[in-house]
């Protein structure tokens, strides 16, 4: 049986898990973006007033077991979708896991802007992922292997806006996760 | 093979290996190791080279070809052959590299990429600490 790759969602202080999103809408509320099953018909409802940030959105890639040799090379970055204007991007790839705030994320460290376009993941605002066979809190290891099941680290995303923003939704950015598999 | 949210589908392309004792092993449609069935058929490559070295690996979608020959470095693309590197310089210890690259957009669940990486990799010195080069072709 062929290994299914997905990504989930982790939000609320319990760490409620939402698994198979579809979409990652950011919002002013702590809610995950729906799945094929539920859609997302919430956010509209939630949206992020001109000058204020989205709560951080904690998503990550699984892969259920079976059917690869190895998965590596993970990569996260902003790859398409010019942003708008007053809107930028923060994001991070990290094994931990907080509630949920809208308390803007400040670059350093591993917090990067990922508001510039990189297509080809070739720059340092497009992070490396670690898998674990865990959790995406889990220890973690450059390769997955063996067809073990197993888990991104958190790929953690917050829109951040000026006054100057427009209401409305935004664009369509394109958010990639990038893996090599054998 | 990794599928995204449960699609089912079979590689675009499969492989096939050849030792330098003349076993061959090609890839099944379902994708799956004889020796470890948890793992991909690709599983089975890398088991055999650990007692036999590999000499070709090819990729086909049944109409065009992709080879590399390990024992001098050679790409043979649908029947016409090059090199990446430089053929008056030697290089040891020749290794595959072969993976499939997957792009998924998180905003949408979606793959929106794959491309098959084929190649080989060689050290500049006999030690196999030495300083190590790749030749590559992406394929989609």
Known sequence: VAATFKFDEDNTSGKTRTSDVRSCNWRSNDANSGTATTGDVTYRNNPITAGNSSFIKYQYGEFSAGGFTTISNGKFGHTAGAMDTGVTLLGQVVSSYTTPVATPLVVGGNIKDMSAVDASLSTGNSPAVLFSTTAPDGSTAATLTGGAAGFTQYLVTQLQTTTGAAPGDTSTYTLTLRYDEQ | ?140
């Open chain 2, 1 to 140: 093979m990794v599928t995204l949210n449960g699609t089912k589908g079979t590689p675009k392309y499969l492989f096939a290996a050849k030792f330098a004792d003349g076993k061959i092993i090609e890839q099944n449609t379902e994708d799956r190791s004889i020796v470890n069935p948890q793992c991909s058929a690709f599983n089975d490559v890398l088991e055999e080279i650990k007692v036999n070295p590999l000499d070709q690996f090819a990729i086909t979608d049944s109409e065009q070809v992709w080879l590399v020959d390990l024992k001098d470095g050679k790409f043979t693309v649908n029947g016409s052959s090059f090199y990446l590197h430089e053929t008056d310089k030697p290089y040891y210890n020749r290794r595959l590299i072969f993976f499939h690259r997957h792009w998924t957009n998180m905003l949408i669940a979606e793959e929106y990429d794959r491309q098959y990486c084929l190649g080989w990799h060689g050290n500049v010195e006999p030690s196999i600490e030495s300083h190590n080069e790749e030749f590559k072709l992406f394929i989609r």
